[in-house]
């Protein structure tokens, strides 16, 4: 595709309810990565796919929290019984290559899901 | 322990009133530093990456530089347009992480 696509842009949950964020990916991009964004501050490292393999998944902030990209492609952040510290805007981003192959690779982000937990 | 600090916080300035806005880092291997600026509600668009010390690279109006210890993002007679908030990330030798700064909210004043 064009660029890398999110949805949904909006989700309400109530606390305890589990949600499921989707990420599109650009075509043919090895490298996916998902962060978290609380508001005033600079994204945060959830995890880290290559291909279908989660080679890091350190940001993840609880085991509530799980994602995954079964076919290298399209990948799902799922978040188990949401708390309200959950909200946060969702960002997924993604880059042509694998981290390690190449320096400084370039991650294009897409526009994010912004979660509210009530 | 890796960390990226970015300065000002906030900044407001004239249209056409040029300033720079820094970014320092503490990691233990660069492997790149990118810049970013994200407009409310949507995500970091993709500005620049700088590799080595002593590396310049330049579009429209903006110009970023990088020495061993820091990036600055220079803006030369700003628009009002270029109103957003600036993140600067890093991505280290050891490990999958990028690192982002909090972030630059920039101003520009018709």
């Known amino acids: 595709g064009a660029g890398v696509s999110q949805s949904p842009r909006y989700k309400v949950a109530k606390r305890g309810q589990d949600v499921a964020l989707r990420c599109d990916p650009i075509s043919g991009h090895v490298s996916l990565f998902w962060y978290q964004q609380a508001l005033g501050q600079g994204p945060e490292f959830l995890t880290y796919?290559?291909?279908?393999?989660?080679?890091?998944k350190s940001g993840l902030p609880s085991d509530r929290f799980f994602a995954e990209r079964p076919e290298g492609s399209v990948s799902t952040l799922k978040i188990q019984r949401t708390q309200q510290e959950d909200s946060a805007v969702y960002l997924c981003a993604s880059s042509q290559r694998a981290v390690r192959e190449k320096t400084g690779e370039t991650q294009y982000f897409g526009p994010g899901t912004r979660l509210l937990v009530l | 322990e890796d960390q990226v600090t970015q300065s000002p916080e906030a900044l407001r300035l004239q249209e056409g009133e040029s300033s720079s806005l820094n970014c320092s880092y503490t990691v233990s291997g660069l492997r790149g530093l990118f810049w970013y600026r994200q407009d409310p509600g949507k995500g970091p668009e993709f500005l620049f990456t700088l590799y080595s010390a002593g590396e310049e690279k330049e579009k429209e109006r903006l110009k970023a530089t990088l020495t061993k210890k820091e990036s600055f993002l220079h803006i030369t007679a700003p628009k009002p347009e270029d109103s957003a908030t600036y993140l600067c990330a890093v991505q280290v030798d050891t490990g999958n992480q990028f690192y982002f700064g909090t972030g630059t909210s920039l101003t520009v004043i018709p």
């Open positions: 796919f290559q291909n279908e393999a989660q080679l890091d």
